[in-house]
C-alpha cells in the first residue's frame, strides 16, 4: 500500500511528562486517517518496523494512536559532552545561513528620554536580534531617528521658550509644548554657552495666549513665528543642539541597557538625498496617487487599506507616511532578505498602508514582518505609576534601570509574549527571593560556581569527562531531569528564533534553574567517589554553561556571587 503524507502535518514534540516518554508523534493517526485504516494498529506496524538505534530505548502506543518515545540513557549522558566540547556555541545553527536581516526597533521621536514603554521595545527587539544570529543569520540592528517634521519643530520651540524664560522673559508656555525637566536643562546649556544670542526684541510677535480652543494650531503659530523671528540659520543651530543633545541621551541609556545599533539612519538624509520625492514620482508614474482638495493622496485602499493615506498635504509638505515609504524602500535597496519592524502596538492600523505603498513600488511585501510590542505599565506596589512625553510626567528608562538593574529590567521585559500587556512589577524585580525570576536563575549559575569554589577550597580534583560510559553513574531522577532539560536547549533557541518568542527562552530558564535547584538541595557534588564526583560536576559544568548561554541571548549577566 502507498501512503502519502504532507512533511509538514507530521509532529514530533516533547512530552510533558517524562512517565511517557521523551518525544510523541501523531503520525500513525495522519496516516491512518488519508489512509483509512485502524491508528492503533498502524501504530504498533511502524513502531515495530523502527530501524535499530542506540538512542531509542522502546516505545509505547498511547491514547488514540500516539507513539511514545522512550530515550536510552546514553542519549542524555551524549548532551553534557556535547555542552562542555562546544562551550558557548552549543546551540548554535546555521538555519539562516548566513542570510542578512535588517531589525529595527525603538526608533522613539528624539524629542525626549527613553521611557519604560520604550525599554520593553528595546528589550524584545536586542533579544530577538541575538537569537536569530545564534541561528545562522547575519542580523544589522538599526534605529530610525525621526529628526525631521513638526515633533522636532515643537522641541526646538519648547527649548527655545525655556532659553527665554532662563534669561528673563515672561513667556505663557504652551501646554502642548514639552514640559520635561530635561527641556529646561538644554536651554540652561544653550543660555551658557551662547549668553543672549537668541533673544529676540519683539517677544510679543509670538502668538503667546494660550487657547484651548485650537491648542495645536496656536502651537503650530508659534513655531512659525519661532523661525521668522530667529531667522533659519539661529532656528537651525537650536534645533541641531536640541536633536544631538536628546540623542546623544538616548545613547547613552541604550548602552547601559545593553542594546547598541549597526545602523542609526537619519530621516532628514531621505530628504538631502531627495529619496522622498524619487519615491512620490514613481507613486504619480504608476498611477498610484491622486488629487483632492490641493493634497496628494496614495491610493492604498486598492490594497486592502481602510482607506487612502495623504502622502503630500496642500502647503507641499509631505507627511510622516510619505517619509515611512522613503524609508523602507531603502531597506529594500539595501538587499536585505528579511525586514523586521518592531513597532508599539498603537501602531497596529499602519501596518496595512506601510505594505500597500511596498507593493505599489514594485517590492514583495512578504519581505517586510511587521513584530507589535504592547504597552507596559509600571506599578511600584498597588499603585500605577503614570506616563506621558509632553508632559514631562514619566518614568524613564534610565531611571528604571538604576531602582531595579538592567538585568532585571531586561528579563522582566521579555517575560511574556510580546503582543501581551505587561505590568512591571518594581518591588518584585527588585527582590532576592525564589519569586523573582531572574534571581532565581542567575542564584542557579552562582550556586554552581561556588560549588566548584568549593572544591578547590577542598583540594578535590576535576577533570572533565570525555567518555559516556563515565557518566554512567548519572541515575537519580533528578539528573535524568536535568539532562532531560540540557538536551532541549537548541530546541528551544530555534523555536525562540523563529517565531520571534524570547518569552520561551526565559520560561526553559527558569524551568532549568528549578531543575538545578531540586538536584541541589537531593544531592551531594563533592563526594569521595572520583566518578561520580566527576560526573556530577561535568553535569552542573553543562548547567552553568547553558545558563550563561541563554541568559546572554536576552541580554541579562550571570553573576559568579549572589
Not at 99 to 113: D, K
Request: a negative charge; one cysteine or more.
Amino acid at each position: 500500500m502507498e501512503i502519502s503524507i504532507e512533511k509538514e502535518d507530521i509532529k514530533i514534540e516533547y512530552t510533558r511528562d517524562l512517565i511517557h516518554g521523551d518525544f510523541a508523534s501523531n503520525i500513525a493517526m495522519l496516516l491512518a486517517k488519508k489512509n483509512k485504516c485502524n491508528p492503533r494498529e498502524l501504530a504498533n506496524k511502524i513502531s515495530e518496523n523502527l530501524p535499530q538505534t542506540d538512542f531509542i530505548a522502546r516505545t509505547e502506543i498511547a491514547g488514540p494512536g500516539f507513539i511514545n518515545f522512550f530515550l536510552n540513557q546514553n542519549a542524555y549522558l551524549s548532551v553534557v559532552l556535547d555542552i562542555l566540547e562546544k562551550g558557548t556555541s552549543f546551540g548554535n545553527s546555521n538555519i539562516g545561513n548566513n542570510q542578512p536581516i535588517l531589525i529595527e526597533f525603538v526608533s522613539a521621536n528624539p524629542t525626549g528620554p527613553l521611557h519604560i514603554g520604550h525599554g520593553r521595545g528595546a528589550a524584545y527587539g536586542d533579544a530577538i536580534s541575538n537569537l536569530l544570529n545564534k541561528i545562522g543569520f547575519d542580523v544589522d540592528r538599526e534605529y530610525y531617528v525621526n529628526d525631521s517634521g513638526r515633533q522636532m519643530n515643537i522641541l526646538t520651540l519648547s527649548i527655545w521658550l525655556r532659553y527665554l524664560e532662563l534669561m528673563g522673559k515672561k513667556i505663557n508656555f504652551p501646554e502642548k509644548a514639552y514640559q520635561g525637566d530635561y527641556i529646561k536643562k538644554i536651554a540652561h546649556e544653550i543660555k551658557e554657552k551662547y549668553a543672549d544670542e537668541f533673544l529676540i526684541s519683539n517677544i510679543q510677535s509670538l502668538n503667546l495666549s494660550n487657547n484651548k480652543n485650537d491648542e495645536e494650531e496656536m502651537l503650530d503659530s508659534m513655531i512659525n513665528s519661532c523661525i521668522n523671528e530667529l531667522g533659519e540659520e539661529k532656528y537651525t543651530v537650536i534645533h541641531k543642539i536640541s536633536l544631538d543633545s536628546i540623542l546623544t541621551s538616548i545613547k547613552k541609556d541604550l548602552s547601559d541597557f545593553g542594546v547598541t545599533f549597526d545602523k542609526w539612519f537619519s530621516e532628514n538624509s531621505l530628504m538631502k538625498t531627495d529619496s522622498l520625492n524619487k519615491c512620490v514620482s514613481k507613486l504619480e508614474i504608476n498611477s498610484k496617487i491622486y488629487e483632492k482638495d490641493g493634497a496628494k493622496w496614495f491610493r492604498s485602499s486598492d490594497y486592502g487599506d481602510e482607506k487612502d493615506r495623504v502622502i503630500m498635504r496642500e502647503n507641499g509638505q509631505s507627511t510622516y507616511f510619505a517619509s515611512d515609504i522613503a524609508y523602507h524602500v531603502s531597506k529594500y535597496e539595501r538587499k536585505y532578505k528579511k525586514i523586521i519592524n518592531i513597532w508599539g502596538a498603537d501602531h497596529h492600523g499602519y501596518i496595512p498602508r506601510v505594505k500597500a505603498s511596498i507593493e505599489a513600488l514594485g517590492y514583495s511585501p512578504k519581505v517586510l514582518e511587521i513584530l507589535l510590542v504592547q504597552f507596559a505599565a509600571l506599578f511600584r506596589g498597588k499603585k500605577k505609576l503614570q506616563m506621558s512625553t509632553r508632559s514631562g510626567q514619566f518614568v524613564t528608562l534610565k531611571e528604571l534601570v538604576m531602582e531595579v538593574g538592567k538585568d532585571a529590567a531586561r528579563f522582566f521585559y521579555v517575560m511574556r509574549k510580546s503582543e501581551q500587556h505587561l505590568d512591571f512589577d518594581i518591588e518584585l524585580a527588585k527582590s532576592e527571593s525564589n519569586d523573582n525570576p531572574v534571581y532565581y536563575i542567575q542564584y542557579a549559575h552562582a550556586r554552581i560556581c561556588s560549588v566548584f569554589n568549593q572544591m578547590k577550597e577542598k583540594k578535590y580534583a576535576f577533570t572533565k569527562i570525555k567518555n559516556i560510559s563515565d557518566l554512567s553513574v548519572l541515575d537519580e531522577p533528578q539528573e535524568i531531569s536535568l539532562l532531560s532539560s540540557l538536551a532541549k536547549y537548541p530546541d528551544v533557541i530555534e523555536s525562540s528564533a523563529i517565531t520571534y518568542e524570547p518569552h520561551q527562552l526565559a520560561y526553559y530558564l527558569k524551568e532549568l534553574a528549578n531543575y538545578f535547584h531540586t538536584y541541589y538541595n537531593a544531592n551531594q557534588f563533592l563526594v569521595d567517589d572520583e566518578k561520580l564526583r566527576n560526573a556530577r560536576l561535568s553535569l552542573i559544568d553543562a548547567t552553568r554553561q547553558v545558563i550563561k548561554d541563554g541568559l546572554l541571548q536576552l541580554g541579562v549577566s550571570s553573576p559568579e556571587k549572589m
